[in-house]
């Protein structure tokens, strides 16, 4: 079991939807300090005034984790304000709901940089102080979509993929080298955060309420969960996948349980959208 109170922990994407809710979980479950990295000013000066209480400090840092020297020179103010961070929930994540053909190249960069690139330029600069520490804990917020394959979402689910294979290895080394350093890998259906607003509630897989994932993710943590898939039917995926001729899935995925509709009338969020230049 891993234990949450007295420890630090550091959210991405932590000023706003899940990643708040994860870090007043934290809190309640008796976590000292909580970092926040986010890149809305607003919301992460309003969360950090809301979640810091008698017991746990709430450290806000105003971070864009699709700049990679942004990552280490926020990390070292970390390091050097805060000190060592006892769990890292990569959270952070963006989509872009279109056709690949209608993307631009600063889409599959922004996607890909922030859904993916991040999780390891964040990882690798907080993963040599949990060692040092002989303990840790490493959450990585992947999809349901890194199971599968979904139209008008292509970059974001290789994205995902990326997470979860990544996150998986990751792990593996760790247990190969003997270190005392969980990971674990997330992978959720669509969350009702307003990222995914417009989607289409697939057969068997509703929409997650954000409140009971959050609470979900903290309990996995303490439970030194490998995987957490939500909802249960996402547990099925890889086996049927795999069992199943590609035709047959497609069938299932696409005619069956509707999928390959979800993301026809996708809107989005603007607090997820990619910011004008």
């Given amino acids: 079991m891993t234990q949450i109170t007295g420890k630090t922990a550091l959210i991405t994407g932590g000023a706003a939807g899940i990643g708040k809710l994860m870090g007043k979980k934290l809190i309640a479950k008796g976590l000292s300090k909580l970092i926040i990295w986010d890149i809305n000013p607003g919301f992460l000066e309003q969360t950090a005034i809301e979640l810091t209480n008698e017991t746990c400090r709430v450290f806000p840092y105003l971070t864009d984790v699709s700049d990679t020297p942004g990552i280490i020179s926020t ?7 805060v000190g060592n961070v006892d769990i890292l929930i990569n959270n952070a994540g963006v989509v872009v709901g279109r056709n690949f053909i209608e993307h631009t190249h600063e ?4 996607t890909m940089q922030i859904n993916t690139s991040a999780l390891m330029h964040v990882a690798l600069e907080f993963l ?6 002989g303990s840790g804990h490493i959450v990585n917020i992947s999809s349901a979509a890194g199971l599968l394959t979904n139209p008008k979402m292509s970059v974001y689910v290789g994205s995902k993929w990326g997470v979860t294979g990544w ?8 247990e190969q080298l003997n270190r005392n350093i ?9 969350i009702n955060t307003g990222m995914f607003a417009g989607v289409k509630t697939p057969l ?9 994932a959050a609470t979900k993710v903290i309990r996995a943590i303490e439970k030194n969960r490998i995987f957490l898939r939500m909802p249960f039917m ?12 590609i035709r047959a899935f497609d069938w299932l995925a696409g005619r069956v349980l509707g999928v390959y509709e979800s993301m026809a009338d996708f809107a989005g969020h603007d607090y997820f959208k990619k910011p004008e230049k």
């Fill in 75 to 81: 990390a070292k103010k970390v390091s050097e304000e």
């Fill in 128 to 133: 040599p102080g949990m060692i040092a520490n």
């Fill in 167 to 174: 996150s998986e290895s990751l792990r593996i080394e760790l």
């Fill in 107 to 110: 889409d599959i960069d922004f």
């Fill in 204 to 212: 068997f897989l509703p929409i997650l309420e954000a409140d009971s």
């Fill in 234 to 245: 996402v547990n099925l995926l890889p086996f049927t996948r795999g069992i199943l001729p």
């Fill in 182 to 190: 969980r990971v674990l890998t997330v992978n959720p259906s669509y």
